[in-house]
């Protein structure tokens, strides 16, 4: 999102952060406007998934060129218009392949992927254009659709034809093509909202949703929502409760935690653990200590799915790399009791032909151990761990029996289950890092959480610096 003279020009990812949050196109407007607003810079992981994109794109273009298509390649250097205009001078020249041409028509612009020319006859000649976009992912998401119907429409204006259908070549290098017409009435409506909501912007404020993370407003937000003790803060808590009670009048953490009375649409006990979060929170934020509450026993759950203990114990670990070619589970790390002194077993792969080895090394050490052990335990914290082993022993057909027999017979513990379900906690998130200020010291190392882990990960797969590891 741009001034351009004196109007806004939009693009496909305002579009796509739009349908993200409205929050964060009403900070991007109040910046593109000149607000002395200060965006936070890019996360580690997003600067590694531009890096990937580029080179998915990079790569998809050498096929292009080495499949003999004659391609031509626009700089994002020239300013909008002057590309836009540049990209009409070549439509018409008739190239096989256009990459990142560019589309300028007020309020929208921006620059295409890449224009493949197809056998339909439009404004051009014998001919007209279809677009392709690369993405990382396996799978299409909706927001793509969003970008590539903008882009489709854009391109029909300058070919005086509606293209049929749009192509995303995802990052498993199969293609994905869809109708435009299947999607245009949704597309269109989701940008003239946009259109209408930069026209005339409402009061927004900041909820949190799953782009948080990666969004540049991120710590505006969290500097909002700890100022105003926002009931956002409370861990657990879901958009729909945040609604209710504050409808109820219930606006602030701390007024949560003293709240004694009920709140409409929200069951008794939904709204006692709530409010024990959020007087547990609130306690610590005001510098105490950290604590935590039992919830009330259940047979089924939580605590008591805790089992004995058993010196053959194992606390299991992996870590995967999302950004390797279709992920890579690069870490597994099993600690145990080995003679009365903890040790520490790490089975490292680097490659799809290591990740079956390390798995193959893992199973005969599980085995090796439950034969010693028969009443040992594997706990590990949320479901990753488990579903991750699933996918190994079936990819690589090693351990698959094992794993079986291991699931049947309740070796696994998920501790986050236990957790989640036993007792609240203090700390603003119930993630293992959060938790550990009530086992243990801070961590010193460089590496503190598993996002840490992957970036650090990435970083020496780019390098190759062994101090990494
Ligand atoms: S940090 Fe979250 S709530 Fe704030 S603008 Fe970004 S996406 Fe919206």
Redesign the pocket.
């Given at each position: 999102m741009k001034l351009e003279g004196s109007e806004i020009l939009l693009s496909a990812s305002d579009l796509m952060r739009f349908m993200?949050?409205i929050?964060?196109t009403a900070?991007d407007l109040r910046y593109a406007k000149g607000e002395p607003l200060f965006p936070a810079e890019d996360t580690e992981d997003a600067k590694i998934l531009q890096k990937q994109g580029d080179a998915h794109e990079a790569k998809f273009l050498a096929k292009l060129r080495a499949d003999g298509n004659l391609v031509i390649e626009f700089g994002r250097d020239r300013d909008l218009p002057a590309s836009a205009k540049e990209t009409r001078a070549a439509l018409f020249a008739g190239a096989d392949v256009l990459f990142q041409g560019a589309f300028f028509g007020l309020p929208w612009g921006g620059w295409s992927d890449f224009l493949i020319k197809v056998d339909k006859p439009s404004l051009l000649g014998a001919y007209s254009y279809e677009v392709i976009d690369t993405k990382l992912k396996r799978k299409p998401d909706p927001k793509h659709i969003l970008q590539l119907v903008l882009y489709s429409d854009l391109l029909a204006t300058a070919q005086g034809l509606q293209p049929e259908y749009a192509h995303i070549e995802l990052g498993n290098g199969e293609r994905f093509s869809f109708r435009l017409l299947d999607y245009a009435a949704y597309a269109r409506h989701a940008r003239s909202r946009l259109e209408r909501f930069v026209a005339d912007p409402p009061a927004t404020s900041?909820?949190?949703?799953k782009?948080?993370d990666l969004?540049?407003?991120?710590e505006?937000?969290q500097t909002h929502w700890e100022e105003s003790d926002s009931l956002a803060l409370v861990a657990g808590i879901s958009r729909s409760q945040r609604s209710k009670l504050i409808a109820a009048g219930v606006t602030t953490m701390a007024a949560l935690g003293q709240h004694n009375e009920g709140v409409p649409k929200l069951a008794e006990t939904t709204l006692n653990r709530l409010r024990t979060q959020a007087r547990l929170q609130t306690a610590r934020r005001a510098g105490g200590r950290p604590s935590f509450e039992l919830k009330p026993f259940d047979p089924s759950r939580g605590l008591a799915l805790l089992p004995k203990p058993d010196a053959g114990d194992l606390f299991y670990d992996i870590e995967g790399d999302p950004f390797y070619e279709n992920g890579l589970e690069y870490l597994h790390g099993v600690w145990f009791d080995s003679g009365g002194s903890g040790e520490f077993r790490d089975f490292w792969a680097h490659n799809r032909t290591e990740e079956k080895e390390a798995l193959r090394q893992l199973i005969v050490f599980f085995e090796d151990r439950l034969k010693r052990f028969p009443r040992a335990h594997i706990y590990h914290y949320a479901a990753y761990e488990v579903s991750a082993l699933r996918q190994l022993t079936s990819s690589h057909g090693v351990g698959e029996a094992l794993l079986d027999q291991m699931l049947r017979e309740n070796r696994f513990v998920d501790l986050y289950s236990v957790v989640s379900a036993g007792l609240i906690a203090s700390e603003p998130r119930y993630s293992l890092k959060n938790l550990e200020v009530f086992y243990m010291e801070a961590r010193t190392g460089e590496v503190k959480t598993a996002g840490g882990s992957v970036v650090a990960y990435e970083k020496w797969r780019e390098t190759g610096d062994q101090s990494i590891l």
């Open positions: 993200g949050c929050h964060a900070m900041p909820d949190p949703v782009m948080c969004c540049r407003w991120r505006v937000c």
